[in-house]
């Protein structure tokens, strides 16, 4: 079912206009179902910590990128973000004092306030402080040659009210104090002083207890410590600049001071403290979030990478090596007979990096071609194709500069690669190179062949065992010539062919799709049964949800996957009947894109880089392939359709309103004739490659 040609007008006429959902809602929605697992008393208690860390990290993004358009957007809506948003950080802090705090107590962890310390404790805070952090503080006094200082987006801070006459006898009353980067912000207390417990202090809390060492002469009064989140998207204005890569290393000076969007300080401090920072940020009340405890609970996961339980944390889980490979014979050769899918995490992306490993020392191999679009600061990945520029390879790299909170570590990338003799380039004036393909050229006698790689995640070692995602490694002729091609438009901007596989944005993915989609809906009308099945992280595309609408009123029976934003409402009477829409929040981050089509008894199934966004279809570079080979069409269905669509364990469905609430479990279910296991589809696909793994 090819969707090339156009198909035949379909005539069903949608509610003009549809309400759609609001995206900014249902991110904060999302993260109110990562919140859940940190509520879990069956959830290792570390791990639940890291779930709340998770949370607020989600939050400083929201802020950073979505909360700057709150000053655009009616009032009405703005309103409603706030209190949402207000709820959703009471949630944390109340969970963090109410119940993680006392069960990590339970189990000899605690977080020592300055009034629970002995005074053994007390000495050695005390030491800590004169040796290893006061050295690092400069408190700033206000007056009109010391004006309120630069504060840098989501740094730890004090503010001070002080009493008395400074030493030129002038009574300026407020100081600041900003507390380095470099500062660890959790501090383990010497065993001798813990005994068989894990005792620990934050760094605000031993700042807190020796503010009067840093004001001698003066009385301290008020105090309160403080967090801004700032507006942190760069802005550049592409069609302006000769380098971008030098215009984005200037802005990327700027972005720790741009827009104040958010306020947090310390739930007690004072009327007088709070309106004077909201008057220096100009910042509304609504902008204010008083917390009962640190104001960065990001900072925490540094408690957990101190521990070492393992009862309290996840069981340990070893990815295996790919089902499909032998890992004695070289990979290449095994892709003369079989297209290779790998599931991460479940199977070892490093089978990725033994790819390229390989052909970066084979002599038979004379250029490789890769996109780069988050691969974080040390990677093997990254240096693997500077060994191949010295080993006399043509090296192609495509690094997206601007992907974001990425820019630095790619532009240094980009010009470690350089430097080297490596070919650099940053894609398409204008929009984002976020395709995952990796494209290998080798001399086999007297043909050129190639083999590639393409993914739904990226090339990044520490997220691979982190979120689901899906390889795949091929020969396929016409599918590397496919991936050829987007290579060159990359590289010179050049007309880009006829493509035989590949679908690609912003030129022809989002059409497809749509054709895909109204041709299942015709397909349908006829009353040939069709289904539409797809996981993402999120849809928000207006053209596609639409087209999904149509599909539904036509009888297609779409079932969504949808990790986090989704502007679709589901099962809206006299709208949207057929569409169901479902969340998995798991121990992984969900993260492969996954579009299923079938009309009777024909199925395409494709892969995707590509969330249903409009960013995504209009304003990046994506690519979609097709799973042709059934076995494996068939395994993708299997474990990452089938699988979580049975997930009565860790899913969430969306209700008519647009609310999600836990998929019901099967003890609880109303009217169940006989017992049904829970099923939690990432716990069944660590089971079933565990055992793959024992038993290769």
Not at 66 to 92: D, M, P, T
Not at 170 to 179: G, L, P, S
Not at 320 to 340: G, K
Request: glycine fraction near 4%; charge should be positive; proline fraction near 5%.
């Amino acid at each position: 079912m090819s969707a090339s040609s156009t198909p035949t007008k379909i005539d069903i006429k949608l509610q003009e206009p549809i309400e759609w959902l609001d995206r900014d809602l249902s991110l904060l929605s999302f993260n109110e179902r990562v919140l859940d697992w940190a509520k879990r008393p069956e959830v290792p208690l570390l791990e639940r910590l890291r779930y709340l860390c998770i949370v607020s990290s989600n939050l400083d993004e929201f802020f950073e990128v979505r909360g700057a358009l709150h000053n655009s957007v009616i009032h009405e809506k703005q309103k409603i973000l706030s209190e949402k948003a207000h709820e959703l950080v009471q949630s944390q802090y109340a969970l963090y004092n109410d119940v993680l705090l006392p069960a990590l107590s339970k189990q000899g962890i605690r977080l020592l306030s300055h009034s629970e310390r002995t005074l053994a404790q007390h000495r050695w805070v005390k030491s800590f402080f004169e040796s290893d952090v006061k050295p690092l503080l400069l408190p700033v006094g206000l007056d009109p040659a010391h004006p309120f200082p630069q504060v840098a987006n989501k740094s730890l801070n004090f503010i001070v009210r002080l009493s008395g006459q400074d030493a030129f006898g002038r009574d300026n009353e407020i100081a600041i104090v900003k507390v380095p980067r470099s500062l660890p912000r959790v501090i383990q207390l010497p065993e001798k002083l813990a005994g068989k417990r894990k005792l620990f202090v934050s760094i605000s809390s031993v700042i807190r207890s020796h503010l009067k060492d840093l004001f001698p002469g003066r009385v301290v009064g008020q105090f309160s410590q403080f967090r801004v989140t700032r507006h942190s998207d760069l802005a550049v204005d592409e069609e302006d600049v000769k380098n971008l890569r030098t215009a984005l290393r200037q802005e990327l000076v700027q972005r720790n001071y741009g827009q104040a969007i958010r306020l947090e300080v310390s739930s007690g401090c004072s009327e007088h403290l709070s309106e004077f920072l909201l008057k220096q940020f100009e910042l509304p009340h609504s902008s204010l979030y008083r917390v009962q405890g640190p104001v960065n609970l990001v900072r925490l996961t540094q408690l957990i990478d101190l521990m070492n339980d393992s009862k309290l944390v996840f069981p340990s889980y070893k990815a295996s090596y790919p089902a499909q490979l032998n890992s004695s014979d070289p990979i290449v050769d095994q892709l003369h007979t079989q297209s290779v899918l790998i599931h991460q995490p479940y199977e070892s992306f490093d089978a990725v990096l033994t790819f390229l490993r390989e052909a970066v020392r084979d002599p038979k191999v004379l250029a490789i071609k890769q996109t780069i679009y988050r691969t974080g600061t040390d990677s093997e990945l990254m240096s693997l194709l500077h060994e191949a520029v010295q080993r006399g390879k043509e090296v192609t790299v495509v690094v997206e500069l601007k992907a974001r909170f990425d820019e630095e570590a790619n532009i240094n990338w980009a010009e470690k690669l350089e430097q080297v003799g490596a070919q650099v380039v940053y894609g398409v004036v204008g929009l984002k190179t976020h395709a995952k393909l990796l494209l290998v050229t080798r001399k086999e006698g007297r043909l050129i062949k190639r083999y590639a790689h393409l993914s739904t995640g990226n090339y990044n070692s520490k997220t691979a065992k982190l979120y689901t995602d899906l390889s795949f490694i091929t020969s396929d002729v016409k599918l590397t010539q496919d991936v050829e091609s987007v290579f060159n438009l990359l590289a010179n901007q050049s007309r880009i062919p006829r493509l035989s596989k590949l679908w690609i944005a912003p030129f022809n993915l989002q059409r497809n799709l749509i054709d895909m989609i109204d041709k299942l809906a015709l397909a349908s009308l006829q009353k040939k049964p069709g289904r539409i099945v797809l996981k993402m992280n999120s849809l928000t595309d207006e053209k596609l949800m639409e087209a999904l609408v149509r599909a539904g009123k036509a009888g297609v029976e779409v079932d969504l996957i949808i990790r986090g934003a989704c502007m679709l409402p589901a099962q809206k009477p006299g709208v949207t009947d057929n569409i169901r829409v479902r969340s998995i929040i798991g121990r992984f981050l969900e993260h492969s894109r996954v579009f299923y089509f079938r009309s009777g008894n024909e199925e395409n199934l494709y892969l995707s880089s590509a969330d249903w966004m409009n960013r995504n279809m209009l304003r990046r570079v994506e690519v979609a392939w097709p799973i042709e080979d059934p076995q494996l069409r068939q395994r993708v269905v299997n474990e990452c359709l089938i699988a979580y669509l049975g997930d009565n364990a860790d899913a969430w469905l969306m209700q008519p309103d647009g609310q999600y609430v836990r998929s019901p479990h099967p003890k609880t279910r109303a009217n169940a004739k006989k017992p049904v296991q829970p099923h939690s589809a990432q716990q069944a696909l660590i089971e079933l490659y565990s055992h793959r793994s024992e038993t290769r």
